[in-house]
């Protein structure tokens, strides 16, 4: 397990950008793969994009390709998400965690239930 806190998350207009933060706690962070995730109300859970340890290796959702930017600092145990050109269909939490070894795409976007841990989220609100 990674203990996580996201933060960053806020309310904009449409069109408008956040950075999501999200800090790591006790070891190990460098070797796992990390995910930002959403869950807007009435909805599942999804898998917005991935990062594999060295940031070498990136998953987008087909929804933020191009809007979206996810990074990563090993150095200071932090993960990012750059969210430029929002839509109101952005509005959920979002939520980071460590992701389990194998294939990015696939455990990023259809294999959430490995996920052992998550923290509480931020909420990112966009209107119109």
């Not at 600092?73 to 952005?90: C, F, G, H, I, V």
């Not at 979002?94 to 931020?122: D, M």
Request: hydrophobic letters at 30%; a neutral charge.
């Amino acid at each position: 397990q990674v203990p996580v806190v996201e933060s960053g998350g806020g309310s904009v207009q449409a069109g408008g950008s956040l950075r999501l933060s999200c800090i790591a706690s006790g070891v190990n962070f460098d070797v796992h793969t990390m995910g930002w995730f959403r869950q807007s109300e009435g909805k599942e859970r999804e898998g917005v994009s991935c990062i594999n340890w060295s940031g070498g290796s990136t998953y987008y959702a087909d929804s933020v390709k191009g809007r979206f930017t996810i990074s990563r600092d090993n150095a200071k145990n932090t993960l990012y998400l750059q969210m430029d050109s929002l839509k109101p269909e952005d509005t959920a939490r979002y939520y980071c965690a460590a992701v389990s070894p194998g294939p990015i795409a696939l455990r990023c976007q259809s294999e959430l239930h490995l996920i052992k841990s998550w923290g509480q989220g931020t909420q990112v609100t966009v209107s119109d």
